[in-house]
């Protein structure tokens, strides 16, 4: 399943390129894409873990920008 | 810069700025002027101009130290706000440490001007993005907030996503057309721009089909809705701009991958930097400074960020023409597209019959009026492109014979008049003119006497000479292919300047023919289809690159391709490749000005020839010049177009 969330204060590239990388190592993730420009996260993922994989998602941004959040 | 412009936390980070910046000015040059390490004296002298420019620096840093805490617990060693603390804190200590050691008093305005100028360049390179996103954002304006739903007799306000197929809807002049629709009562005039970016308002009236997203300019409309809100036209456009950003670049992704190596990398060199020398000199204080320096340097954002921004930029100038890009990847291969297949009708051609020629051109009054006698019941393409031909209504009380294969007889009294092919003109023995244009011939008679004849053909657009002119000056190789005979294709091949063409092709026999020309190409070349989007699905698919013309209307299309021109202009394709040419250079600009700025401060860090002002120039400066150049990508693209920002209607 894809979808695309929009992302507050996300104000490095760098970060973004860094959240793709660590998102994209998740297990379950087939494909993930941040846009800097846009803030917004497109990612398809595993539909029936959808949810549980979101919350690792959201960890793992959160580990890189503690700023930056993801509106779900 | 407009006050207006800037959101909540960049004001506030605007005055912090501005008042650290005239703090550090005033106690700058008061430093100059007075040597503030002067006015105590004894050991602790260091101590008072350090207090001062301390306050400013945490004034101005308090929140790039608290980041960099928080991401070093986060185990973010190359964190940009940790690099910087790390940087300016040790130009602190070594400065204390000649402080106390004695030497002479300097090096804390320098740790104090490097934050400074980095939150500066924070800001500005906030401020340039916002700008950026807003003026894709204004196009995001065709998202109707509302529609008028008509129950019965009163009209109700909701969501456009309430309102279904069939509905009756109303739009009142100055509003926007929330779903697409046919127009079941009145006739007004549609501003168009935000979709197509055309700039003259169309005349609608009742019966046509309009597109969501317009702005209804003159009079009340009531439309029967055709599609859900999820299906209209604005709902599809928008979720493509939106789109665009995912699909990235070949550019962004190598800038991307080489950040991830460039800061550690500079980083260790730092390390190396600071303790090998300094092991073998033992002057310390020396290496460690130019090691600082090279931490200031590392940083990766502005590398990255001008590279998005460029294309974001590029995709946001095209999209002001009504020519939508569906992502910076396809922008990237547009540039290196050399070979441009079109399909014929529709596309090179206007796709509808029209009167070419009139032979003898003396007589032209008489034989169209003949004609349009003859044709005045038919409904045939060519009937009508007669009838429209000769405009007046033709003169009535004839009694019409269609004979078929032949043409048509019209009889009023004596006078009989007879207007079909060659066939009709030798079986009634006519001495007849031949004609030998392409395209279908009219002949017409009168009482048994030639008259005159009528050439009818499809149409060149008005456009298409010349783009396929400028498309064949780019070095590009121009083909037609078309499902038209051989003699129709070269007539038209010939008049519209393409280097090649493809006859008498069935639709699959279309996707060979690209394949074929896939196979020629140059590795590194694109290949472009262009159609109009509606029976070349497969086609736009199979090619580098898809383009559909005339995407305002047709919402597969908008699927189908890769870049859709939203007005149905061939000059769309020559923009779209000058938009993609200044986009590419100036990434291209920006990768290697903003590597080799960098790289060169190294090597003169490392050799002691830069400071640490240098060094900070070698992030915020480069970062400011490379956004400045990406900014550019936006200009003006059409001469003496007038600079009209994105239509905001309501």
Redesign the interface.
């Known amino acids: 399943m894809k979808k695309?969330f929009k992302l507050e204060d996300l104000?490095?590239?760098?970060c973004a390129?860094k959240m793709e990388?660590a998102v994209a190592r998740l297990d379950g993730v087939t494909s993930v894409?941040i846009?800097?420009?846009?803030?917004?996260m497109?990612i398809e993922a595993d539909e029936a873990r959808f949810d549980e994989i979101m919350e690792r998602v959201e960890k793992a941004c959160r580990?890189?920008e503690?700023?930056c959040r993801i509106l779900r | 810069m407009k006050g207006t412009s800037l959101s909540k936390k960049q004001k506030k980070n605007l005055v912090r700025i501005v008042c650290a910046l005239a703090a550090f000015a005033a106690v700058f040059v008061a430093d100059k002027i007075v040597y503030l390490g002067g006015v105590f004296s004894g050991p602790a002298a260091w101590v008072f101009p350090f207090c001062l420019y301390l306050a400013i620096y945490l004034v101005i840093g308090y929140d790039v130290l608290w980041?960099a805490v928080?991401?070093i617990a986060?185990?973010?060693v190359f964190d940009?706000n940790f690099l910087m603390c790390v940087a300016t804190l040790g130009a602190f200590a070594l400065a204390i440490y000649r402080g106390v050691t004695g030497q002479s008093i300097e090096g804390f305005d320098e740790a104090c001007a490097v934050l400074l100028f980095y939150q500066i360049g924070?800001f500005f390179q906030?401020y340039a993005?916002g700008k950026?996103?807003k003026s894709?954002s204004a196009l995001m304006d065709i998202r109707p907030d509302h529609a008028n739903l008509k129950r019965g007799d009163s009209i109700e306000r909701v969501d456009p996503s309430e309102v279904h197929a069939g509905d009756i809807i109303v739009v009142n002049p100055g509003e926007k057309v929330p779903l697409d629709g046919v127009i079941v009562k009145g006739a007004s005039a549609l501003d168009t721009r935000a979709l197509t970016g055309e700039s003259l308002p169309r005349d609608v009236a009742q019966g046509q089909e309009i597109v969501s997203g317009s702005v209804n300019l003159t009079r009340q409309l009531e439309v029967r809705v055709s599609k859900e809100f999820y299906d209209s036209t604005v709902s599809k456009i928008l979720e493509l701009v939106?789109?665009?950003?995912?699909?990235?670049s070949k550019a962004e992704n190598f800038i991307?991958r080489f950040?991830?190596y460039y800061t550690p990398a500079v980083c260790a060199a730092a390390l190396l930097l600071a303790v090998v020398p300094g092991l073998i000199t033992s002057d310390w204080s020396a290496w460690i400074y130019r090691a600082l320096s090279f931490l200031v340097v590392s940083c990766?954002?502005a590398l990255?960020?001008s590279i998005?921004?460029s294309?974001?930029a590029g995709i946001g100038a095209a999209s002001r023409y009504g020519i939508l890009i569906k992502g910076s990847n396809y922008l990237e291969k547009f540039d290196r597209a050399k070979t441009f297949v079109f399909d014929k009708t529709g596309t090179l051609t206007r796709g509808s019959f029209s009167v070419v020629k009139v032979s003898p051109e003396a007589n032209r009054e008489e034989i169209l009026r003949l004609a349009a006698i003859a044709e005045r019941d038919s409904d045939h393409p060519i009937a009508k492109s007669v009838k429209s031909c000769y405009g007046g209504a033709a003169g009535g009380g004839y009694t019409l014979t269609n004979i078929a294969g032949e043409g048509i007889s019209a009889a009023k009294g004596e006078e009989v008049i007879l207007c079909g092919n060659e066939k009709l003109m030798e079986r009634n023995g006519v001495a007849y003119e031949r004609e030998t244009g392409v395209g279908t011939v009219v002949y017409v008679a009168k009482n048994g006497k030639f008259v005159g004849s009528i050439l009818i053909a499809d149409q060149l657009k008005a456009e298409t000479k010349e783009v396929i002119g400028q498309l064949n000056g780019m070095g590009c190789k121009t083909v037609m292919l078309t499902g038209d005979n051989e003699a129709i294709a070269e007539s038209v091949a010939r008049e519209a300047g393409v280097t090649a063409y493809k006859a008498s092709l069935l639709p699959q026999n279309k996707v060979e023919e690209v394949e074929k020309l896939l196979a020629e190409k140059g590795k590194k070349e694109a290949l472009c289809f262009v159609g109009d989007g509606i029976n070349d699905a497969p086609v736009l698919m199979r090619s580098d690159i898809g383009i559909a013309m005339g995407g305002a209307g047709s919402d597969a299309a908008i699927e189908a391709s890769d870049i859709v021109l939203m007005k149905d202009d061939l000059r769309g394709i020559s923009l779209a490749k000058r938009i993609a040419r200044k986009t590419m250079t100036i990434v291209f600009e920006n990768i290697v000005f903003s590597i080799a700025v960098k790289v060169i401060i190294l090597i003169l860090s490392a050799l002691g020839f830069a400071n640490m002002w240098v060094a900070v120039f070698g992030d915020v400066g480069v970062a400011v010049i490379a956004i400045l150049n990406a900014m550019r990508v936006n200009s003006r693209y059409i001469k003496g177009e007038k600079r009209a920002e994105p239509l905001s209607a309501q």
């Not at chain 2, 939106?242 to 990235?248: L, P, V």
């Open positions: 695309v104000d490095c590239a760098n390129a990388r894409s846009s800097f420009m846009a803030q917004r497109a580990k890189v503690p700023d | 980041r928080r991401n986060h185990g973010q940009e924070e906030d993005t950026s996103r894709i939106e789109n665009a950003s995912e699909q990235k991307t950040a991830k990766p954002c990255v960020i998005p921004l294309f974001f």
